[in-house]
């Protein structure tokens, strides 16, 4: 069985620009969660998305939403983008919301100039 | 407010010897605690969980202790591998509070010395 893939893997980006990020989740999982990884702060929750409708949200701005798709296939979309927006994103899924074990991608490393 | 902490960003231990990490955690509403292991370049792994109805899990090498009463977990690892060098985050999760998603800590590097 396939992993978690996420697209791109990394991505140089300007000030202001805005970024989309991708995530294929396990064949069969319908639940994806997005993270933002950086040195100070660790793995910080973004959202989840489960059959297509947001279930939870961490604390970021506006600037950063989702989508999930019919195939659970998600997006993540930065607009505006800021320095400190330069991280780790990282995707994962799980079969069911409020899972357990959550399997993991590679991560997307945005790097904002 | 870090709800997950993990007080060492990282640790150094002699392989063949136990490694312990700790984490502390503030919420009391947190019922279901879990470790992960990031290896460089790769997403975090699930290592072990333990809910807050036991207070120790053991899977092989790996231990986890929770002590609900000092809100504090611990990860041992015995013996200690080189294949154990990583970086390990702690997690927590409230599921009966309707909120569960999943909280991390900042993550405690570890590494084994040959």
């Known amino acids: 069985k396939a992993g978690v893939t996420q697209t791109p893997r990394y991505l140089i980006k300007t000030r202001g620009q805005q970024v989309t990020l991708s995530c294929s989740p396990i064949s069969g999982h319908r639940s994806v969660s997005w993270y933002q990884q950086t040195p100070g702060q660790g793995l910080q929750f973004l959202f989840e998305?489960?059959?297509?409708?947001?279930?939870n949200k961490g604390n970021f701005p506006g600037r950063f939403s989702g989508r999930q798709f019919s195939n659970s296939r998600s997006e993540m979309n930065v607009s505006t983008l800021e320095l400190g927006d330069s991280a780790l994103y990282l995707c994962?899924?799980?079969?069911?919301?409020?899972?357990?074990?959550?399997?993991f991608g590679p991560g997307t490393r945005l790097t904002v100039l | 407010d870090q709800q997950v902490k993990q007080n060492s960003p990282s640790l150094s231990v002699q392989e063949g010897r136990i490694s312990i990490l700790n984490c502390d955690y503030t919420?009391?509403?947190?019922?279901?605690f879990l470790w992960y292991k990031k290896y460089p370049a790769e997403g975090p792994t699930f290592l072990i969980s333990i809910s807050s109805i036991k207070d120790k899990n053991e899977d092989g090498r790996f231990t986890v202790f929770l002590n609900k009463s000092a809100k504090h977990l611990s990860l041992h690892i015995v013996p200690s591998q080189p294949g154990d060098s990583a970086v390990y985050f702690c997690a927590a999760r409230a599921p009966l509070s309707g909120d569960d998603k999943i909280i991390f800590g900042k993550g405690t590097r570890l590494h084994i010395l040959p």
């Open positions: 998305y489960f059959s297509e409708t947001q279930r």
């Open positions: 994962a899924s799980s079969y069911m919301t409020g899972s357990d074990e959550q399997f």
């Open positions: 919420n009391s509403m947190f019922d279901y």
